[in-house]
Nanobody, 128 residues
Framework: QVRLVESGGGSVQSGGSLRLSCAAS????????IAWFRQAPGKEREGVSV????????YYSDPVKGRFTISRDNDANAGYLQMNNLKPEDTAVYYC?????????????????????WGRGTQVTVSS
């Protein structure tokens, strides 16, 4: 059974840090790009960051650029999102998702591509 499970969410104060993890089971992540999305209450889901299957290429949305770092460990079959200098506007449920590296050719950018597998999310709450 293909499954993605996020962990590492929690509540922090503004300026704090969290590291999210995305663990895969039932398939090998090494062949897929891994992305992080988030959805705040009352807002549409937005792309946060994506990393290519080999890890050589990364992409960040403007709101998180310079504060978040995406990484992966194919041996551990996992992906990560290090979030530093968190702001209240980062409060959301964070989801990981996987796709072919073809997403890096998607019109509108890699976070606008098609993602086939999704986790159930982990809550991140940042207080001011």
């Amino acid at each position: 059974q293909v499954r993605l499970v996020e962990s590492g969410g929690g509540s922090v104060q503004s300026g704090g840090s969290l590291r999210l993890s995305c663990a895969a089971s039932g398939f090998s992540l090494e062949y897929y790009a891994i992305a992080w999305f988030r959805q705040a209450p009352g807002k549409e889901r937005e792309g946060v960051s994506v990393i290519s299957a080999g890890g050589a290429t990364t992409y960040y949305s403007d709101p998180v650029k310079g504060r978040f770092t995406i990484s992966r460990d194919n041996d551990a079959n996992a992906g990560y999102l290090q979030m530093n200098n968190l702001k209240p506007e980062d409060t959301a449920v964070y989801y990981c998702a996987t796709a072919s590296d073809y997403v890096f050719r998607a019109e509108g950018g890699p976070l606008a591509g098609r993602y086939d597998s999704w986790g159930r999310g982990t809550q991140v709450t940042v207080s001011s």
